[in-house]
């Protein structure tokens, strides 16, 4: 089992992640001008969110199964998670396919300058809304199991 | 079965005598050493083990070209070869792998490799033209830049050769015995690293040029078709080719920095405000004027620059790879990426390599940072941080070895014995060689990698980066594809997994550690197995890269390094205090221990004669062993 005990949970962390990452002008307007359209496909727990950045505002969809979307990145919710505070190698993560990506991998890449500033936003993002135990770049004790 | 790959025979030259042998490639010699440093590290050694006291630019020290037994194929990275000699650098061994077309034509011509002894009396060239091989004046190129030389030999000779040829070069820094000058083919493909260069140089060797018509024969063609059928869809689906196609190696820029992979400001922070601004995407838009590539390879990783104009124009010609955008940008902390072309450029035409050449410039800037040097000594120029038209000035002057550049041509660990005070507190060597862009404190591995690595600081003598950084996944080895904690547990025994396999795979089969970052221990196997017609199994393939790596490390301990010199610097050492390596420094006490044990070294870092003897080289050991 992973992280996270169950989708909803895992939901109400990245989603509110992605909205907090979507409304930050220095990382939004980079995302914006990309107009690029993502679909995670996480498991354990599993859960779909499409991140929309083709318009005037970025949009976070969870759920969204019928977008188009330009990007299909699929990874566990622990990969996920632990890619947020800058622990994944990335590199290593795509060759053993940890993370699979589907569709015009340079334009992935070329939005790795414009996340950066949100590697540093997470754990402070887990603290002050309530995910204080998720952040594990503390002293981390894990959630109960269900 | 027929011996397919090899052309069948070497080329012996002796630039002293002026006599040149062929000699046929013994096909048991070729199955025990595959090629590449295979060969060449075996066949210096036999030339030098009579009489192994000698300076690295005295006409004693030979120098060894040889390609693999895949090089001239038409497959996806295999275009590479290799060259060694003693480091005229480090005082240790040397070696360089390089790309591009040379390594494919010396084929063509007939020649796997070519073995150069003696000095010549005048500055001369080597012709090969098939089977014409002739030693030629080369007193009207003598002086003449890389670029130059090249054009000129291709144009000059076309009259008297059936097919186009291809140059190998040295520019002024090798005449002149800049300590890290480099070779280079087609203008931008460098043997960059331990100063192959300035060994030419101190020959009086500028060129070889190389016409063929030949091509080498496959030994089993139906398996290998079938084969490139299989690699085609797996090179379609692979990220990492996808990525480096796209914006060659200089998408580390925006990968290494979130993992604090990448060197700023001579090894004192990993992350920099603008650092984006020579990362790819600044290169499209500012510099990028084309791919290319290497014989016969689809992945085309290489990327041409343009400056149209301003302080920095340069023509259209090969652009800065990730190392070059490294040690010229960010550990300079010059956010100029028309400079860092420029400097790149200039390395090339002068025949440097980059590495070394910006790492002794950020070394100088904090010397002068530091009040070690003025502007007195730098002949007026301010090596300040982020000052790109001073880096640039610099790096022409190394090459000419003009005033100050004349005390950085030998390279950072000289220059600091020169410049005296706490100089050596910025060094950044491991045996005189200045470590490549990629922090061992956010990889332990990498640390003893650089420590034990035969040349000095490197991150290709092995293939430790590539697994730990994880570019490559070896799922036939378990070393090569576990997945290790994070900190030094471990690193040990993949460091020695990691040379094994890479002794065989980027050394001796010569293939490329980008172009063939897709392929399993089972595919490459097989393409140099239905290539030769030989059938190699993993556990021999990892039997002769054990040999052959004991053999470098025995040649650098012949030339007199030691367990003091296996050390990392304390520069990369040093803890630093915020960003992704916060706390974080390789056990080096610990993984040292581990190393020499699994590799049967005595306290002074000497492999015993009991190894040496069991892996096949008892004339090395009693070498090393006499006493």
Redesign the interface.
């Given at each position: 089992m992973g992280m996270f005990k169950d989708a909803e949970t895992f939901e109400k962390v990245i989603v509110g992640f992605f909205n907090l990452v979507g409304n930050t002008p220095i990382i939004a307007d980079k995302l914006l001008q990309s107009k690029m359209v993502i679909r995670f496909n996480y498991t354990d727990p599993d859960l779909v969110v499409v991140v929309d950045c083709a318009g005037d505002k970025a949009e976070v969809r969870p759920h969204d199964k019928t977008t188009t979307a330009v990007v299909e990145m699929s990874m566990s919710s622990d990969i996920a998670h632990r890619f947020w505070f800058?622990m994944v190698?990335?590199?290593?993560?795509?060759?053993?396919k940890e993370m699979v990506?589907k569709g015009p991998?340079?334009k992935v890449?070329?939005l790795?300058?414009a996340i950066?500033p949100a590697?540093a936003m997470y754990p402070k993002y887990l603290d002050e809304n309530g995910f204080r135990n998720y952040n594990i770049t503390k002293a981390y004790t894990p959630p109960p199991s269900a | 079965m027929t011996m397919g790959g090899y052309a069948g025979q070497i080329l012996y030259v002796n630039l002293s005598s002026g006599e040149i042998k062929k000699k046929p490639l013994d096909r048991e010699f070729a199955r025990k050493y595959i090629g590449g440093l295979g060969f060449g590290t075996r066949i210096y050694l036999d030339l030098i083990k009579e009489n192994p006291a000698f300076d690295a630019l005295s006409a004693s020290n030979p120098f060894v070209l040889m390609t693999g037994p895949l090089t001239g194929m038409k497959l996806n990275g295999v275009a590479r070869w290799t060259v060694c000699s003693k480091s005229p650098l480090t005082g240790f061994w040397g070696d360089s792998n390089v790309g591009g077309f040379f390594g494919a034509y010396l084929k063509f011509a007939g020649y796997d490799g070519i073995v150069i002894a003696g000095k010549a009396q005048t500055p001369s060239y080597l012709f090969i033209n098939d089977e014409t091989v002739e030693i030629r004046n080369a007193e009207s190129y003598w002086g003449q830049d890389v670029y130059t030389v090249t054009d000129a030999l291709k144009e000059n000779l076309k009259p008297e050769t059936k097919r186009a040829g291809q140059v190998l070069a040295i520019g002024p820094a090798g005449e002149n015995l800049v300590r890290f000058a480099s070779l280079i083919n087609n203008k931008g493909h460098a043997a960059g690293r331990t100063g192959m260069g300035a060994v030419w140089g101190s020959k009086l060797l500028k060129a070889i040029f190389v016409s063929g018509t030949g091509q080498p024969e496959v030994a089993q063609p139906e398996k290998l078709e079938e084969l490139k059928a299989e690699l085609k869809v797996i090179y379609a689906e692979s990220i990492g080719i996808s990525a480096i196609h796209a914006t060659g190696t200089a998408t580390h820029m925006d990968v290494g920095i979130i993992g604090g992979d990448i060197p700023i400001k001579n090894w004192q922070l990993t992350d920099w405000d603008e650092i984006n601004e020579i990362g790819p995407g600044m290169i499209e838009e500012k510099i990028f004027a084309g791919h290319k590539t290497c014989y016969g390879c689809g992945v085309a990783c290489k990327k041409n620059a343009e400056v149209k104009d301003g302080p920095f124009k340069m023509e259209k010609g090969p652009g800065p790879e990730y190392e070059t955008i490294a040690t010229f940008g960010c550990m300079c902390l010059n956010s100029s990426i028309e400079s860092i072309a420029k400097a790149n450029e200039i390395c090339n035409r002068n025949g440097m390599d980059t590495i070394t050449c910006g790492s002794t410039i950020a070394f100088a800037i904090e010397c002068f940072e530091n009040g070690l040097i003025t502007e007195k000594d730098t002949d007026g120029i301010r090596l300040t941080w982020g000052n790109s038209e001073a880096i640039v000035k610099m790096t022409e002057k190394i090459a000419r070895r003009e005033g100050f550049g004349a005390v950085l041509a030998q390279g950072s660990l000289k220059a600091a014995e020169h410049i005296g005070g706490n100089a050596a507190d910025f060094l950044t060597t491991v045996k005189g060689l200045e470590a490549p862009m990629h922090d061992p404190r956010s990889a332990h591995g990498y640390g003893l990698a650089y420590a034990i690595s035969p040349r000095g600081a490197c991150h290709e003598a092995s293939l430790t980066f590539e697994a730990e950084g994880g570019t490559i996944f070896i799922p036939e080895i378990p070393e090569l594809s576990s997945d290790l904690p994070e900190g030094s547990e471990g690193r040990a025994e993949l460091n020695v997994a990691a040379q094994d396999y890479g002794m065989f795979f980027s050394n001796c089969a010569v293939f490329c550690n980008l172009g063939g970052m897709p392929l399993n221990a089972t595919q490459a196997i097989n393409l140099v197995n239905y290539v030769t017609g030989f059938d190699y199994t993993l556990e021999e393939v990892l039997a002769a890269g054990r040999r052959l790596w004991y053999l470098k490390r025995g040649l650098t301990n012949l030339f007199g390094a030691r367990a003091k010199d296996d050390r990392l610097p304390r520069r990369l050492m040093t803890v630093l205090e915020e960003g992704p390596t916060e706390g974080s420094v390789p056990d080096m006490d610990r993984m040292l221990a581990e190393f020499y044990e699994l590799r049967d070294f005595d306290s002074d870092g000497v492999p015993t004669k009991k190894v040496l003897d069991q892996v096949g080289l008892p004339d090395l050991a009693a070498l090393l062993h006499q006493s």
């Open positions: 800058g190698n990335l590199t290593k993560a795509l060759t053993r990506a991998i340079p890449l070329k790795l300058p950066k590697y | -």
